[in-house]
Nanobody, 118 residues
């Protein structure tokens, strides 16, 4: 069973930055699509960014130009650098490992809270 552990969340003021980390218990991100999703209170879980094993990257329109997703296979990790944070970025952020094979399971982390408030 693969485990994903997120860290790096916290309380920041608007305009500040945070860097989220997601470390896997195995070399999953060499083969799986790494992603970050977020869920605000009372809302559905939405895509923030994804990165494929071939480094193809996709961002939600709301974070383009402010957030950067990256991978480090040697550390079995995916990162999310978040700059120019806004109050509407407040949410629980979840790491995801999406299997390229439909019959294989996906994996989720436990989530890390990001709060942007003055």
């Amino acid at each position: 069973q693969v485990q994903l552990v997120e860290s790096g969340g916290g309380l920041v003021q608007p305009g500040e930055s945070l860097r989220l980390s997601c470390v896997a218990s195995g070399s999953i991100f060499r083969f799986y699509i790494g992603g970050w999703y977020r869920q605000a209170p009372g809302k559905q879980r939405d895509l923030v960014a994804t990165i494929t094993p071939g480094d193809r990257i996709n961002y939600a329109d709301s974070v383009k130009g402010r957030f950067t997703i990256s991978r480090d296979n040697a550390k079995n990790a995916v990162f999310l650098q978040m700059n120019s944070l806004k109050p509407e970025d407040t949410a629980v952020y979840y790491c995801n490992a999406d299997s390229p094979i439909a019959s294989m399971p996906d994996y989720w982390g436990q989530g890390t809270q990001v709060t942007v408030s003055s």
